[in-house]
């Protein structure tokens, strides 16, 4: 652990930013330094909760702010790219929330953007750090269940439809797959360790143009991945991985603090792993320990990788006719 304390900048103040706050107490070498927000209502509860941290009357000051060390950005979809660039243009190393950016033009932007800067960025996709993921990724090396062969991964809810929300406004980037399905989708990406060959996949477009739920195979060589989520309807969600010596459950998937290994050969094994928090900062010290080394991006969740799941969401995109205004 590195003995110099980071500042972290949040640009939104909403209910992941606060979230995402309150587990840096769980990291020793962070601080909860400033807060911009587009609501000042939003921006002064955040400075009140979090020990009357700096607020800034727009995210050019904040960015200013030469205390600033690092930013960290969960406004909706569509202003990822803008802020992120900002930030990234501005010096400051970048932590942004999934989805990176509505599209993959905008993010190998932001990549050329923070390569030519000498700048970190990195995507906020937290179950990547989470322990029980990190146990999973080392059974699955460890040869535990053979030969991948399928994932089945869903994740659904049934969230607001009101018209000033975002989930449902096309113009925020709103929809099913990048504010649910990116989950499955990474984690596929995750396990197979490369993007599809083939898709096969159907979405529902409602009558404010966004996706409220699909489903798609991913074609793999040896192995394939049935993904789905939905924003409309509440499921039982799942996720499984099934190889050629046995199987791995995921319980109470995305809280990923629980697998259930069935080997097909000997007893099986229940593996549970506690989380500090709501398990944000796992994250956000890859994010310091990144920065002690000097490193420009994090070795266990690459900007090729981050860009080529975005390619993925776009070809999804691509098969339902489903563009963003302004594509």
Not at 10 to 19: K, L, S
Not at 266 to 278: D, Q
């Amino acid at each position: 652990m590195s003995s110099r304390i980071y500042n972290w900048a949040f640009v939104a103040a909403g209910g992941m930013a606060r979230v995402m706050a309150r587990d840096l107490s769980f990291a020793s070498n962070a601080r909860v330094h400033s807060v911009f927000s587009r609501t000042q209502a939003s921006m002064q509860e955040f400075s009140k909760e979090f020990g009357g941290c700096r607020m800034f009357s727009s995210i050019d000051e904040l960015l200013a702010d030469s205390q600033v060390d690092i930013v960290y950005i969960s406004s909706p979809n569509h202003l990822h790219y803008p802020q992120a660039k900002l930030a990234l243009e501005a010096g400051k190393p970048v932590l942004c929330e999934k989805p990176f950016t509505l599209n993959a033009g905008q993010l190998a932007e932001l990549i050329e953007i923070a390569r030519s800067q000498k700048t970190f960025l990195m995507e906020a996709m937290w179950i990547r750090w989470l322990p029980i993921v990190v146990k999973l990724r080392q059974v699955l090396a460890d040869g535990v269940i053979g030969e991948l062969h399928l994932l089945k991964a869903s994740f659904h809810a049934r969230l607001s439809s009101a018209p000033e929300g975002r989930i449902y406004n096309l113009a925020m980037g709103g929809g099913s797959l990048l504010d649910l399905g990116i989950y499955p989708i990474s984690f596929a990406s995750m396990i197979f360790g490369q993007q599809p060959e083939e898709i096969a996949s159907h979405a529902k477009i409602g009558p404010t143009g966004i996706d409220e739920h699909f489903g798609a195979i991913f074609h793999y060589p040896g192995g394939m991945a049935l993904v789905s989520a939905g924003v409309d309807v509440s499921a039982i969600d799942d996720i499984s991985i099934h190889g050629s010596a046995g199987s791995i459950r995921v319980e109470h998937p995305w809280k990923l603090r629980q697998l259930i290994i069935e080997p097909r050969e000997g007893r099986s094994e229940t593996i549970t792993l506690p989380l500090k928090g709501k398990g944000y900062s796992y994250q956000a010290e890859e994010v310091m320990a990144c920065l002690d080394e000097e490193l420009l991006e994090s070795p266990r969740m690459q900007l090729e990788e981050s860009l080529q799941i975005m390619r993925t969401l776009d070809s999804l995109r691509s098969q339902w006719g489903l563009t963003f205004p302004g594509e």
